[in-house]
């Protein structure tokens, strides 16, 4: 009888004590999932500020793998079955529309604050900033060259000096691209080509590794001018950095990048609160004051050193036609690159 008691309480206490480790098990994994992975293209002195504001705001640890647009979209797709990211935080919408279907569908709740022509139409795309396209020029080394618009870069006293990235590496360069291909062929991209090829001649035939190749590269007197992307030009400007900043007069694309959910990543609520914190007005004004970048809220002012859209001959290209032709185009440029 007191054996089968004893077994009894044994029994109990084991009992109890393995409910409090599943309890402490569980509580860990909950724990666990206080985590975020996000590729990102921006550069890490625009990534640090609003991932660590975050991480405090949310209780979540970030973990940023930082690489190309191209590179990341490359991986996205590879990782389809197993992904190893929850969000995809850059790339224009034009550059990542191609693999869309990647990504989680999710609207922000500050969708509402948006201008129209910002709203996540397609339902799984939110936009998170407006990028035109600029020329970035080296005032100490330009002299009495004039800097007014695209047609100002073939001047052969720049031929070896002008800072350019690959278009199929970098969605800055490929808006470039596009913006150069509407621009200069006055509406119609198929007229651009010939800009193009005179252009890369300028070059010397030679790109650069990256986005942050160029503007850096510029900023250091590598180049005397480079085409990039207004944040990464401006951030200089505002840093007192011997440069300027120029809206190619011949036309300028404002496109929008933006955060995507990744498809079946592992920390899905994690990401729809960073998508959420982005589009935030805390967040969108700290990127307009501090991180020279145009948000895509009505509610929040430009920022200093970024010029009024309505100062600049903003033009559109046909969103249709860039998605249809981009593998075309590409292919376009590497052979006139490569020749």
Excluded at 233 to 255: L, R, T
Excluded at 274 to 282: A, G, I
Aim: some cysteine; glycine content about 8%; overall charge negative.
């Amino acid at each position: 009888m007191m054996k089968k008691l004893f077994l009894f309480i044994l029994s109990l206490i084991m009992s109890i004590f393995f409910i409090g480790c599943g309890g402490e098990k569980e509580e860990a994994e909950q724990v666990n999932t206080k985590k975020l992975t996000v590729y990102c293209p921006h550069p890490l002195e625009f990534i640090d500020p609003l991932v660590k504001e975050f991480e405090v705001k949310n209780g979540v640890s970030v973990e940023v793998i930082a690489a190309g647009t191209g590179e990341l979209m490359k991986r996205i797709e590879s990782e389809k079955d197993n992904p190893l990211a929850d969000v995809l935080w850059g790339g224009t919408i034009t550059t990542v529309e191609p693999i869309k279907d990647s990504f989680q569908s999710y609207t922000s709740k500050n969708e509402e604050y948006f201008y129209d022509s910002y709203k996540n139409v397609e339902g799984n795309m939110t936009r998170f900033t407006a990028v035109p396209s600029v020329i970035m020029v080296n005032k100490n080394l330009i002299g009495d060259i004039k800097i007014e618009g695209y047609k100002d870069l073939l001047n052969p006293a720049l031929k070896g000096k002008i800072a350019f990235s690959d278009p199929a590496k970098s969605s800055s360069s490929f808006e470039h691209l596009v913006n150069m291909l509407y621009a200069m062929g006055n509406g119609n991209p198929d007229n651009g080509w010939d800009y193009v090829k005179q252009l890369m001649e300028n070059l010397n035939y030679t790109l650069l590794s990256g986005s942050s190749a160029v503007y850096k590269g510029v900023a250091d007197g590598e180049y005397t001018v480079g085409l990039t992307f207004e944040e990464g030009a401006v951030k200089y400007v505002n840093s007192d950095a011997p440069v300027e900043v120029v809206y190619m007069e011949e036309g300028v694309i404002v496109k929008p990048d933006g955060t995507y959910i990744i498809k079946n990543c592992k920390n899905l609520e994690n990401a729809k609160l960073f998508v959420d914190f982005l589009t935030s007005k805390e967040a969108q004004t700290m990127i307009t004051n501090q991180l020279n970048r145009r948000s895509i809220r009505k509610d929040v002012e430009p920022g200093k050193g970024l010029k009024r859209l309505e100062d600049i001959n903003v033009i559109e290209d046909d969103i249709e036609v860039v998605k249809s032709q981009k593998a075309v185009w590409l292919d376009k440029f590497k052979d006139i690159y490569t020749k």
